[in-house]
């Protein structure tokens, strides 16, 4: 096999993926980045492209549609998507259409993605040396003990990925019978037993989870390939969700389903705690809200009514002025109130004066309030995007709040420091602290999975280390 890095294409419409994607793996592979479908097809002629990697959601063509377009000039490079939670189902629906090899889920996993693009390369390079053996079968006669050789070889690299993937892996036959399984098949469903027992395998599949014979099968009737999920019991009663991608294989004339099981129970779990982290943030900015229309200018609104309601009284005459002058001041109050509740909506100064001005300007109201030292260092001159300088200022009020409500900080630090295109954030409190595996695993931490969720949305990472009465320090490291 040659040392020569493996060429991969990464079309994606947003150039922070396409620039994070780049500095992730340019190490590794020999990366070429487009923003559009529009050059894909120069690229793949000037080049020996192995793995296309197409963002579903662009707005001039969608991944399938170009991947479809494609796909008779070019079948035997290996096409994946990349999609958003919103696009699951289409995505689901174009892979029996088009042939894809796999989707992923944005946003992607780099170990996960790098597993992915090792796994088509494999899948092109299996495909390219069979293709090169079939051909050379069919030219001389001569070169079948060579083929023969270079078969067997391939027959060692299968079984070698086979025995040693992380994932399960079974073979069906025509019968509804697992002729083949791996260990890992075996270590999901049975942790008590240590070898793979084909025929006990078979009997407890068949008693509690038949759909992992009847619904691979469907392969044997035309389709090509298809990916499912399903909720499984093991033996030990453990409920297990797993990712199940079926493909049709062919071994001495006959046909045969290659079925590959992946645990995604704590991916599915992650999910669920982000989504109820995002629901409980909505509903309480949505109760602080409400609670500030009601009981701040609610009243302010319902004494003005009273005073415009005496003044067209004809009848009162007394104290008139007084009355005015107090409609006006009872006016002012209610136009601060409500520039007050814009300002928590959207901070105007973050969108005329930036991310450390915004800061700033909160902390200068609740400075004195809170009786909290804060201190602020910044190197950040110029702006960032405006969608990252948003999402950025609701992660750092997420830490600011977590530090006054929960640790009962003296003393928060935060730092801005810029060094090219990395930005570096850091929160620090001396606070009571936590355990932040117990929080995370417990799920306890709403606020925690909503700034990482916040942060991993524009492509950064969060770091969080915490001693329980020593203080909490949060990094947030992303590309601008």
Not at 86 to 91: E, N
Not at 346 to 368: C, E, K, T, W
Request: hydrophobic share 35%; net charge negative.
């Amino acid at each position: 096999m040659s040392s020569e890095k493996s060429t991969i294409l990464y079309i994606d419409d947003d150039l922070l993926n396409l620039e994070i994607f780049r500095e992730y793996f340019e190490d590794t592979y020999r990366v070429i980045i487009l923003p559009s479908t529009e050059d894909a097809l120069k690229i793949l002629k000037r080049n020996k492209v192995k793995v296309i990697i197409s963002d579903q959601c662009m707005p001039d063509e969608t991944g399938t549609d170009f991947i479809k377009r494609i796909n008779p000039e070019y079948p035997d490079v290996i096409k994946m998507i990349l999609t958003a939670y919103t696009d699951y189902d289409a995505a689901l629906e174009a892979i029996n259409e088009v042939g894809i090899y796999k989707y992923l889920l944005k946003p992607w996993d780099a170990t996960e993605m790098k597993n992915s693009i090792d796994s088509a390369i494999r899948e092109y390079d299996l495909r390219y040396e069979n293709k090169a053996l079939l051909f050379a079968l069919k030219q001389k006669n001569e070169a079948l003990n060579l083929a023969y050789n270079k078969l067997e070889e391939n027959e060692k690299k299968f079984r070698s990925i086979f025995a040693n993937s992380n994932d399960g892996i079974y073979i069906l036959n025509g019968e509804r019978k697992v002729i083949e399984a791996n260990q890992a098949l075996n270590n999901l469903l049975f942790k008590k037993k240590k070898t793979c027992d084909l025929d006990y395998l078979n009997q407890f599949i068949k008693t509690t989870c038949p759909v992992l014979l009847d619904k691979p099968l469907e392969l044997l009737h035309g389709t090509a390939s298809f990916i499912f999920e399903l909720e499984i019991t093991t033996e030990n009663g453990d409920d297990k969700t797993v990712e199940i991608n079926c493909s049709g294989i062919s071994y001495n004339d006959d046909h045969y389903v290659l079925s590959v099981v992946r645990d995604i129970s704590e991916r599915r779990m992650f999910e669920k705690k982000i989504v109820n982290a995002i629901i409980q943030t909505q509903e309480d900015d949505q109760s602080r809200y409400a609670r500030e229309l009601h009981d701040g200018l609610g009243p302010l609104l319902s004494t003005i009514k009273m005073h415009v309601e005496w003044l067209a009284n004809s009848s009162n005459t007394t104290n008139k002025d007084k009355i005015i002058e107090h409609s006006i001041h009872t006016i002012d109050n209610a136009i601060r109130s409500v520039k007050e509740i814009a300002n928590s909506l959207s901070p105007h100064i973050l969108q005329r004066f930036g991310l450390v001005n915004a800061v700033n300007s909160y902390i200068d109201r609740i400075r004195d309030t809170l009786k909290i030292e804060f201190v602020v260092s910044s190197n950040l001159k110029e702006r960032i995007p405006g969608n990252m300088e948003i999402i950025m200022y609701r992660a750092i009020m997420e830490c600011i709040n977590n530090s006054v409500k929960h640790a009962e900080a003296k003393k928060i630090i935060l730092k801005f420091n810029k060094q090219k295109n990395n930005l570096l954030i850091s929160c620090s409190d001396d606070g009571k602290g936590f355990d932040t595996q117990k929080v995370l695993t417990e799920g306890k931490g709403m606020g925690l999975f909503n700034i990482q969720n916040r942060i991993k949305h524009i492509g950064g990472e969060v770091e969080i280390a915490s001693k329980p009465n020593v203080g909490t320090d949060m990094i947030f490291r992303i590309k601008v």
